[in-house]
């Protein structure tokens, strides 16, 4: 199956399991569902009937609210059924609204409360290296994220410890709760910024799977001894163009009659 | 717009050119000075109990935050270079990466000051570790008022911070044998814990009572007739030695030190509490506010069990800087304070 097709699967789940809730981070999921098919579908190795498999890359979502991408990916990747979609949000659901590790097979970590993930996965990556497995950790975080210090004490820490087994994927959408990020703390260039801290750096259109499977692999086979980023430049919403147009995306109210449009939108777009 | 200036806090001392004279104690004399004189020690217990333990346990692993030498976890640094992790000055990323390194299976021992834990890591704890009850042993020196430094080094209030943590265990030793003894019982513990740290040349206090440190379990040190001190940390020493002290006087002291202070062992103090209509003092070397006090005024209400009960322990305030012994006699937790407040409750 084309990675195209795959994105287009992780949004139509997104889709689905936002019309249970009528509302939600749908804006999130629609914006990195290229990343999440690239990385389950091009970079990472993965078992879909065993989420606990040693040899697994993990995939740590610091961002909780981002888990309607996640159990998307994670549907589409056959971890978890497509049957529980329907249970998304709800009371005993293994999909609660913010992604947590107890929870949902495949969910790592509990994120949810920003700038911890890229410190768990620090120490992971220091794990797996003792370990000597050769699994990678990927962790996803947002831009919002960069403004919290405990981000940037797990920077500065994967380049002391050299940790090539490290892959951070920022999702620069320019938006976080109160409005953009480059109003807030994201101020001037990410990639030298990384660079500067001793991370072999790249930054993308987030929403260009062909240039995200480029910046994987480069991350993937770096030779440097150094941990790697991959500034993801997305944009909220996309591929439901009604959706994209609008301002707010943080946590958007999506009329019960606009999921059937959106759905519909989307349906068209479906890729052979 | 006109915005009245802020009222300075003025200094509480006046300006004087000369220091208090011979007499007077050096703020640097502070971290010898927690004991008795005379009183045997045992070097660095922690670290070497650490050692010890990862002869065995390949899982085990240590972490600082550039305080590995102020936690004598630099002593486990020495005989397992490689299983050492100097994290920096960074207690959010300290926390955080020992729980990366528990989710890949190794017990990590993660060691810092307890304010810099218990206040500036807490959402860390909390979250990356606490809530998926991994096994993260947090050991951390200078509870209560063990430093001069002032409010900045002084953890007077981390055993209300950290017991009020769901899943955390929470632990504050006497001595040395306990800090040992805690650190084994740490590592067999299966979720987070934490433990108030005594560090350098501990005192060695309880081998003389037929005592091991059993996690979740108080024990009755001595007993006596007239009044009953549930204590923990190095308040139960005090409390020995006052025991001792008014023992001559024909007054009869019980001890029962309380080291785990959550999970509490209610059964133990219940049923010590019930014995006899001893007044019952809570001693500890923390704020009056959150720790073992409340948690034994907690568990004997709860529990129907209606006794008088009094309080010995730092005032609900930031403290003062300077010697430690002088801090100790001005906030009532030297032996002869103790002893002079007991007296007065007995009187009373
Ligand atoms: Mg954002």
Known sequence: ?272 | MSIPPHSRRKSKYEPRSHAGGMDSVRTSAMIASLDAEGRETIDAPFGHTLVDLAKTRDDILGLSADLSKYTDLHIFAQAYPDRFYQMGMAEALLMSAAAGLAREGFVPFATTYAVFAARRAYDFIAMAIAEENLPVKIACALPGLTTGYGPSHQATEDLAIMRAMPNMTVVDPCDAIDVAGATRAMMNHEGPAYMRLLRGKVPKVLDVYDYDFVLGRAKLLCEGKDLLIISSGIMTMRALDAAKFLAKEGVGIAVLHSPTIKPLDQETIIREVQKNGRLVVVAENHSITGGLGDAVAKTLLTHDVFVPLRQIGLPDEFLDAGALPTLHDQYGITVERVVGQLRHWLEG
Not at chain 1, 134 to 159: F, H, K, P, Q
């Open chain 1, 1 to 272: 199956m084309s990675l195209m097709r795959r994105a287009w699967a992780i949004r139509r789940h997104a889709l689905l399991m936002g019309e249970v809730q009528g509302q939600g981070y749908i804006g999130q999921a629609l914006g990195v569902a290229d990343i999440l098919a690239v990385s389950y579908f091009h970079a990472m190795n993965f078992r879909a009937d065993n989420s606990e498999w040693e040899q697994r890359d993990r995939f740590y979502l610091s961002i909780g609210h981002y888990a309607i991408g996640l159990y998307a990916a994670l549907i589409e990747a056959g971890i978890l059924p497509e049957d529980e979609i329907a249970t998304y949000g709800m009371d005993d659901s293994r999909m609660p609204m913010s992604g947590m590790a107890a929870y949902t097979p495949g969910m790592e970590i509990t994120g949810g409360s920003l700038g911890h993930g890229l410190g768990i996965a620090v120490g992971a990556a220091l794990g797996l290296k003792r370990k000597k497995n050769t699994a990678i950790i990927y962790n996803l975080l947002s831009d919002g994220e960069l403004g919290e210090g405990s981000t940037w004490e797990a920077v500065m820490s994967a380049t002391q410890w050299q940790l090539d087994n490290l892959i951070a994927i920022v999702d620069f959408n320019n938006q976080q709760a109160d409005g953009p990020s480059r109003s807030a703390l994201a101020q001037g260039n990410e990639l030298p910024k990384w660079e500067a801290f001793g991370w072999f750096a790249q930054e993308v259109d987030g929403n260009d799977l062909d240039a995200l499977m480029v910046a994987f692999d480069a991350a993937r086979h770096h030779p440097e001894p150094c941990p790697r980023v991959i500034i993801c430049n997305t944009k909220m919403c996309c591929g439901i163009s009604f959706l994209e147009a609008r301002e707010k995306t943080h946590f958007i109210r999506v009329e019960p009659d606009e999921w059937a449009k959106a759905l519909l939108e989307h349906e068209e777009k479906k890729p052979l």
